[in-house]
């Protein structure tokens, strides 16, 4: 069994995922459908993901990717890598990472499919989803979700499943906004 490998991400328009290691809004929509796609599933994040997070999450196994050799938090499998992490859930039939930015852009060539909540509004952040070829990617689902008293921006829910292999992106082909696509 080919373990498939999935992103889970939420976005602004301008690609912030992060500010000073959180969220940079409240989408309790978001969360709510984090916990349904990645419960009973191997979730991996980097170090400064962890640590945002500050434990492991309920009903997941979860890996840690750290450089440092004597990370051990409680309740989580370590990996010096991605390659490492993958390798760790070879048995697995899905993995989902779940960021940050560094581990995002190792992954995404990797990735089958993406569980992506675009939102609607453009903040400031210091992290951000790497740009990557629309063309190679195409929405398979979608539903958009008012902002309300426990969402603080409208958002839509996609999956995006991979077409193509991917190629050496150039200049042309990699889309900087990804909302472009929009019609």
């Not at 859930?89 to 990797?110: H, K, N, S, W």
């Not at 989803?129 to 929405?139: G, K």
Request: with cysteine; charged share 20%.
């Amino acid at each position: 069994m080919k373990t498939q490998l999935a992103v889970i991400v939420a976005m602004a328009e301008n690609r912030v995922i992060g500010r000073d290691g959180t969220l940079p809004w409240h989408l309790s929509a978001d969360l709510k459908r984090f916990r349904a796609i990645t419960t009973g599933h191997w979730i991996v994040m980097g170090r400064k993901t962890y640590e945002s997070i500050g434990r492991p999450l309920p009903n997941r196994t979860t890996v840690v990717i750290s450089r440092q050799t004597d990370y051990a938090p409680p309740g989580v499998l370590v990996a010096g890598s991605l390659a490492a992490a993958l390798e760790m859930a070879a048995d697995q039939e899905r993995v989902f990472v779940v960021g940050g930015e560094q581990i995002y852009r190792q992954a995404l060539p990797l990735a089958s499919t993406i569980y992506l909540t675009r939102v609607q509004a453009t903040v400031a952040g210091d992290r951000f989803f790497p740009a990557w070829d629309s063309a190679a990617w195409r929405v398979v689902q979608q539903s958009d979700h008012s902002a309300d008293e426990k969402n603080d921006y409208p958002s839509s829910f996609e999956v995006l499943e991979r077409v193509c292999q991917p190629e050496e992106p150039d200049e042309t082909s990699v889309v900087s906004n990804p909302f472009s696509h929009r019609s």
